[in-house]
């Protein structure tokens, strides 16, 4: 079992940058893919990145390709998510979520575990 925590949200003005980093616990994370998700209000939770337990295999949500990086420390247990030139539709609640699975996927609900959440907030 994993359990997540996530940190680094923030306000921040349109066109700047902010870092998300997750933490996990649990002596299996490096066997876990890894995703970061976000639900902005009245919409559903969707997919805006993913990366290989190993760190070999990243993929973005068209909407987030060349301003987010997807990272990951396994010797720390850490996930990141470096947003930079961020835009006020970026404003949601960002959550990490781990996956068993050998391939890297995108659908909320193919995650086995969530963190709570951190709030971004792009104000333009």
């Known amino acids: 079992q994993v359990q997540l925590v996530e940190s680094g949200g923030g306000l921040v003005q349109a066109g700047g940058s902010l870092r998300l980093s997750c933490a996990a616990s649990?002596?299996?994370?490096?066997?876990?893919?890894m995703g970061w998700f976000r639900q902005a209000p009245g919409k559903e939770r969707e997919f805006v990145s993913a990366?290989?337990?190993?760190?070999?295999?990243?993929n973005y949500a068209d909407s987030v390709k060349g301003r987010f990086t997807i990272s990951r420390d396994n010797a720390k247990n850490m996930v990141y998510l470096q947003m930079n030139s961020l835009k006020p539709e970026d404003t949601a609640v960002y959550y990490c979520?781990?996956?068993?699975?050998?391939?890297?996927?995108?659908?909320?609900?193919?995650?086995?575990?969530w963190g709570q959440g951190t709030q971004v907030t792009v104000s333009s």
């Open positions: 979520a781990a996956d068993r699975s050998f391939l890297v996927r995108f659908a909320v609900d193919e995650y086995d575990y």
């Open positions: 649990g002596r299996t994370f490096t066997t876990y893919n």
């Open positions: 990366i290989r337990w190993n760190g070999g295999i990243t």
